[in-house]
C-alpha cells in the first residue's frame, strides 16, 4: 500500500475534505474489534463498572443525562 500524505489532500474542497473524513471513519466504526482499547481505558471501565454495581443508585439515566445536557445549553 502506498503512503498517502496530508498535504495531498489540500486540493480538495472543505466539502470533500469533510466527505473524506466520514468515509475514512465509517471504515474504521465498520470494524470495531481492529481498534485496540488502551489497558489503562479498559482498567477505568471496569472501576466504573465496579462502582455502579457497588452502588447502583449512583448512576444517572440516559434521561435524566440527556435533560441536564440539553438544558446546559
Known sequence: ?????????????????????ED??????????????????LAELQRRLAELDEN???GESWDEVKARLLKSL
Open 56 to 58: 447502583p443508585e449512583s
Open 1 to 21: 500500500m502506498s503512503r498517502v500524505t496530508f498535504s495531498e489532500f489540500l486540493h480538495l474542497s472543505p466539502a470533500e475534505r469533510i466527505q473524506l473524513a
Open 24 to 41: 475514512l471513519w465509517d471504515s474504521v466504526a465498520a470494524h470495531p474489534e481492529q481498534v485496540a482499547t488502551p489497558p489503562e481505558q
